[in-house]
């Protein structure tokens, strides 16, 4: 009776050690599937780290390096420079159209004359006005979204920072 709860303990402790194996390849394939790298490559090598240093390090440095090395926040940093530049575009939609043609006309007895001519549509009451103000829109809501994101980045430097601490 005596040797079998440390049979049992011994028994939940290999069971233990065997799932603890069976996670480690399955947190393997899953960083190999967020890192693109297949199945059969053996491009990546885990290693534990030595020790965490004492203290952590300087805050401008964390943030310079959290904000270079974000995809995300380069993400919204593309999306904000693609709405100034649809913004851009659509209030220089204001002429429409403006384009070169070819004026032909009969001219009584000579016959005809051709020659060049433009077509141009002026904006008398119409002026891109809802064009515009969409795009100011979407300046406002990818500006919103960017410093969300930027905010968002610096909890997670201050969160970690603590955590280390």
């Known amino acids: 009776m005596e040797a079998l709860p440390p049979r049992v ?3 939940a402790m290999s069971d233990l050690a065997l799932r603890s194996a069976q996670e480690r390849d399955l947190a393997r394939d899953r960083l190999r599937l967020l890192l693109g790298l297949r199945r059969d490559n053996s491009a990546l090598r885990l290693r534990l780290a030595t020790a965490l240093p004492s203290t952590p390090p300087e805050w401008p440095a964390l943030l310079e390096t959290a904000l270079a090395a974000r995809p995300d926040l380069r993400a919204a940093e593309i999306a904000l420079e ?3 530049l649809r913004a851009r575009w659509e209030r220089s939609r204001i002429v429409s159209l403006l384009a070169p043609l070819l004026s032909v006309k009969g001219v009584g007895q000579p ?9 141009a549509d002026l904006p008398v009451f119409y002026r891109n006005q809802g064009g515009v103000a969409r795009a100011d829109t979407e300046v406002r809501r990818a500006t919103a979204e960017y410093a969300a994101l930027r905010d968002q980045v610096e909890l997670e430097i201050r969160q970690a920072r603590a955590s280390l601490r």
């Open 9 to 11: 303990d011994a028994r």
């Open 82 to 84: 693609a709405a100034l």
């Open 111 to 119: 016959g005809i004359k051709a020659g060049p001519g433009l077509s």
